[in-house]
Nanobody
Framework: QVQLVESGGGLVQPGDSLKLSCAASGFSFEDYYMSWVRQAPGKGQEWVSTIDTDGTYTLYTDSVQGRFTVSRDNTKNTLYLQMGDLQSDDTAVYYC??????????WGQGTQVTVSS
């Protein structure tokens, strides 16, 4: 069955960097666009970034453009999100999502990122 397991979250200070990983299994990872979506406390889901099947094409929400970088390693079935210059507004649970925005979307369990001084 499809499994998406995020890791790498934690408590960091403003301005710090953090790299999230998402280990995928149970499907042909290399055939799917993958996304990161976050949910801050008391707020709705916010799409963060999407990457195409071979990493050639990436998209970001405006608030993270230039600070976050999405990538993937299809040999390891792993999705990454390198986050830089983290701010308090980046505090959220970050989810790895297969097929974001479709009726067949599948979510991981999420990893908590907390930015606080």
């Amino acid at each position: 069955q499809v499994q998406l397991v995020e890791s790498g979250g934690g408590l960091v200070q403003p301005g710090d960097s953090l790299k999230l990983s998402c280990a995928a299994s149970g499907f042909s990872f290399e055939d799917y666009y993958m996304s990161w979506v976050r949910q801050a406390p008391g707020k709705g889901q916010e799409w963060v970034s999407t990457i195409d099947t071979d990493g050639t094409y990436t998209l970001y929400t405006d608030s993270v453009q230039g600070r976050f970088t999405v990538s993937r390693d299809n040999t390891k079935n792993t999705l990454y999100l390198q986050m830089g210059d983290l701010q308090s507004d980046d505090t959220a649970v970050y989810y790895c999502v297969k097929d974001w925005g479709t009726t067949t979307a599948y979510w991981g369990q999420g990893t908590q990122v907390t930015v606080s001084s």
